[in-house]
T-cell receptor, first 115, second 113 residues
Framework: SQQGEEDPQALSIQEGENATMNCSYKTSINNLQWYRQNSGRGLVHLILIRSNEREKHSGRLRVTLDTSKKSSSLLITASRAADTASYFCATGNDAGGTSYGKLTFGQGTILTVHP | NAGVTQTPKFQVLKTGQSMTLQCAQDMNHEYMSWYRQDPGMGLRLIHYSVGAGITDQGEVPNGYNVSRSTTEDFPLRLLSAAPSQTSVYFC????????????FGNGTRLTVT
């Protein structure tokens, strides 16, 4: 079963616009991560936010986390054609022992940025 | 650094054949894992390892075997390929510890006919 559910499934915008993707999850988490996947390639880690954090920034990326609503959002500001990719949220549950590193991925949002 | 290297990039198998997907990392990562990616299903964890000699099952382990004899290598074996195993397979690694980011290979696209 999928822990993270992204919304929307697909997003199409013009260059320069902002893109917002949302992720909801079901169980308690230790951290939430966002990854990008370009067509035909592996996933690349973008940003990690821990359960005790509410907001984090990295360049043009802004991630928020609301643990009470079990949701997160990824905002990409001033988007570029090169941002065209699939974006996945992944949740980590620090249950201890051998659980570290295990991430549960959502189905992803396909972002298309038109030049 | 090469990072995480997966071979082959593409493979076609007939039902019942066996094969091994190779994964190697040169970052001295303790944690390695295999995911499969299917349309509409996201990524699902097949098997993972927290160090040499230690492996465990993920969400969808049936039909797959793994072993971890060295820190660097984590091969995934398909014992008797089935059309349901047609997928893109990703190997990923991390230093370990709660919540550390995964480093992914570029995937192996497998088709079983």
């Amino acid at each position: 079963s999928q822990q993270g559910e992204e919304d929307p499934q697909a997003l199409s915008i013009q260059e320069g616009e902002n893109a917002t993707m949302n992720c909801s999850y079901k169980t308690s988490i230790n951290n939430l991560q966002w990854y990008r996947q370009n067509s035909g390639r592996g996933l690349v880690h973008l940003i990690l936010i821990r359960s005790n954090e509410r907001e984090k920034h990295s360049g043009r990326l802004r991630v928020t986390l609301d643990t009470s609503k079990k949701s997160s959002s990824l905002l990409i500001t001033a988007s570029r054609a090169a941002d065209t990719a699939s974006y996945f949220c992944a949740t980590g549950n620090d249950a201890g022992g051998t659980s570290y590193g295990k991430l549960t991925f959502g189905q992803g949002t396909i972002l298309t940025v038109h030049p | 650094n090469a990072g995480v290297t997966q071979t082959p990039k593409f493979q076609v198998l007939k039902t019942g054949q066996s094969m091994t997907l190779q994964c190697a990392q040169d970052m001295n990562h303790e944690y390695m894992s295999w995911y499969r990616q299917d349309p509409g299903m996201g990524l699902r964890l097949i098997h993972y390892s927290v160090g040499a000699g230690i492996t465990d099952q993920g969400e969808v382990p049936n039909g797959y075997n793994v072993s971890r004899s060295t820190t660097e290598d984590f091969p995934l074996r398909l014992l008797s390929a089935a059309p349901s195993q047609t997928s893109v397979y990703f190997c990923a690694s991390s230093y370990g510890g709660p919540g550390l980011p995964l480093h992914f290979g570029n995937g192996t696209r497998l088709t079983v006919t």
